[in-house]
C-alpha cells in the first residue's frame, strides 16, 4: 500500500507565506519525493519531541508498516508521519484494514513470524492469545531501557489507568494505549426535563426512566442497546451488566458463564430491550443506536463516549443542544461496570532487534502527550478526537473547549468513568476469548429475539465453551 503523505493546508498559512511555499515544494517535487517529505516535516516544530532525553535518530534507515483500522482518529495520526520520519529517519507505511479483517490478520502475521506489520491496532482481549504464543513483546524492557525511553518525558503512568491494565498481562505492558473509549449513559436532557426525570444511578431507575419515556405509538422509544451478535457487539454490553448483578467469569480455573448471576443478567437485558427499545436494536450495533438516537427515536442509550460525534452531526442529527451524558448506573451488586476499550499498539516479536527499536520509538511518539494533543484539540481538521489516553489531557482546558459542543457533562461523564468504574475482568481475559466471546454473543441474540429463554441459551454457550 503507497503510504499517503499531507502537506500544509494554505489556508491556514498567510497568502504570500502559502504562496512561497506552494511554490518552494513544487520545485522540491522536481528534486524527488524524499526532499519533498523533508520539506514538510521541516516546517513543523519537533522541539517537544527532541526535549526528551534520546536519541530519536538511533533506529535511522529503518522501515515499518503499521496496521490500523479506517477511522478518523487514525487518520489524524497519518497525517503527522512526515513528522515523525523527519525527527527519527525512519519509514513508517500505514495500512488500513477494516475491523472485521485486522483482528485476523494481524493473528495470522504474528502466528507465521513473517513480521509484514511492526505493530496493529490491537484489540485488548487479544492480548492473552498474543502473551501466551510469545508473539508480541514484553514493553517494560523498551520502558524501563533509558537509551530508549525518557520516562521523565512519556510519562507511562500518565496514561490512563483502565486502558494501560487492559493491554498488560499479569501486570506487564504488551500495548501502548493510543485512542480508547468508555460507556456512558447518552439521554435526551429535554425529554427527562419535561417529565422531571434525572439520569439513572441504578439498574431499576434506569428501567424506570424507559418505562415513562417509551411511547412507540408516537415513534419514541425509552432506551436502546447493543443487540446484534459479536465478541465485540453484544458482548461489549452485556458483560457490564453481568458484572453489575455480582457475576464472576470463573468457577475456579474454569470459564463459567451460566450462573445465577448470569441467568439474572441477561434476564434484565431481554427484558429491557423487549419492552422499550426499538424492536430493530435486537440487530443493531453502535451506529444504528446513534442513528436512531440522533434523529429523534430514542430517548437514552448506554454506549461508548465516542459515539456523540455522530449524535452531533449537524448534516443528520435533530438533537443537538439536547444532549447530556451520565456514568453507567448501579447494578444490584452496588457496583458500576462500565465497557472499556482502547486500540493500543504491541511489537511484533518477529522483528528483527533494530526494528524493535524502530517500532517502540513509533510507539512512543503515537502515543506521547505531544501526539495525543496534536491529533485533537490541535488538529487542523474537522475530527478532535475524544480519546485521547492521558489524564493530564482529559483534564486539559484545551480538551474541554474542543469537546463543549458534545453536550452536557461529556468530559466529567466519561472520565470519572475511567477513574472509577472500570473493571479490567469485565470480560474474562483468557487466550480462548476470540471463540468465547463469538459463542456468547450468539447464545445472547438467541436470547434476545426470543428464540430461547435466557437460562437456555446460556447453558447451550456453556456446553460449547466446555
Same mark, same amino acid.
Given at each position: ?83 515523525? /520520519? ?59 531501557? $533509558? ?69 412507540? $405509538? ?134 528483527? /532487534?533494530? $526494528? ?13 502527550? /505531544? ?88 447453558? /447451550? ?6
Amino acid at each position: 500500500m503507497k503510504k499517503t503523505t499531507f502537506p500544509p493546508n494554505p489556508a491556514q498559512l498567510g497568502r504570500r507565506k502559502a504562496l512561497k511555499q506552494v511554490a518552494s515544494l513544487g520545485a522540491l517535487a522536481v528534486a524527488g519525493p524524499q526532499l519533498l517529505s523533508s520539506a514538510y516535516a521541516q516546517g513543523d516544530d519537533l522541539a517537544p519531541y527532541r526535549s526528551a532525553k534520546i536519541n530519536w535518530r538511533q533506529a535511522e534507515g529503518e522501515s515499518i508498516a503499521a496496521a490500523v483500522i479506517p477511522a478518523s482518529y487514525f487518520d489524524n495520526l497519518g497525517s503527522l508521519i512526515p513528522q515523525f /520520519e523527519a525527527l527519527t529517519g525512519i519509514k513508517v507505511r500505514i495500512e488500513k484494514v477494516p475491523p472485521g479483517q485486522i483482528r485476523q490478520k494481524a493473528t495470522l502475521d504474528l502466528s507465521s513470524k513473517t513480521g509484514t506489520y511492526a505493530t496493529h491496532a490491537a484489540d485488548p482481549m487479544y492480548y492473552p492469545l498474543y502473551v501466551t504464543n510469545k508473539w508480541v513483546e514484553p514493553l517494560d524492557k523498551y520502558l524501563n531501557d $533509558a537509551s530508549l525511553t525518557d520516562p521523565a518525558w512519556f510519562k507511562y503512568d500518565d496514561i490512563l489507568k483502565a486502558w494501560r491494565d487492559a493491554d498488560s498481562i499479569n501486570g506487564k505492558p504488551y500495548g501502548i494505549p493510543y485512542d480508547g473509549e468508555v460507556t456512558v449513559q447518552v439521554y435526551r436532557k429535554d425529554l427527562y426535563a419535561a417529565k422531571g426525570l434525572k439520569p439513572a444511578e441504578t439498574y431499576d431507575q434506569f428501567i424506570a426512566n424507559a418505562k415513562a419515556l417509551n411511547d412507540p $405509538a408516537s415513534r419514541m422509544y425509552g432506551m436502546a442497546l447493543r443487540g446484534f451478535a459479536g465478541a465485540g457487539q453484544n458482548m461489549y454490553i452485556y458483560p457490564s451488566i453481568f458484572r453489575g448483578f455480582g457475576g464472576n467469569w470463573f468457577s475456579g480455573s474454569s470459564v463459567k458463564v451460566n450462573s445465577p448471576e448470569a441467568v439474572r443478567a441477561l434476564r434484565w437485558y431481554v427484558d429491557a430491550m423487549t419492552q422499550y427499545a426499538p424492536p430493530a436494536a435486537r440487530n443493531w450495533n453502535w451506529p444504528d443506536i446513534a442513528d436512531a438516537f440522533s434523529q429523534g427515536t430514542v430517548a437514552c442509550y448506554i454506549d461508548a463516549h465516542s459515539s456523540a460525534a455522530v449524535i452531533n452531526n449537524p448534516e443528520k442529527s435533530k438533537v443537538i443542544g439536547k444532549i447530556a451524558y451520565a456514568r453507567w448506573p448501579k447494578g444490584p451488586s452496588g457496583k458500576r461496570v462500565t465497557s472499556i476499550w482502547n486500540w493500543g499498539f504491541p511489537i511484533n516479536a518477529a522483528l528483527s /532487534e533494530r $526494528a524493535k527499536k524502530a517500532t517502540w520509538l513509533f510507539i512512543m511518539w503515537a502515543t506521547s502527550a /505531544e501526539t495525543q494533543a496534536r491529533t485533537s484539540w490541535k488538529f487542523a481538521g474537522p475530527a478532535k478526537r475524544s480519546g485521547v489516553n492521558r489524564t493530564s489531557l482529559w483534564r486539559a482546558p484545551e480538551f474541554a473547549s474542543a469537546m463543549k459542543g458534545m453536550g452536557d457533562n461529556f468530559v466529567q461523564a466519561a472520565l470519572e468513568s475511567l477513574e472509577h468504574d472500570t473493571d479490567v475482568e469485565w470480560r474474562p481475559r483468557v487466550p480462548q476469548w476470540p471463540a468465547i466471546g463469538d459463542t456468547m454473543g450468539t447464545s445472547i441474540q438467541t436470547a434476545l429475539i426470543g428464540q430461547k429463554k435466557p437460562e437456555n441459551a446460556l447453558d /447451550e454457550a456453556q456446553n460449547r465453551i466446555q
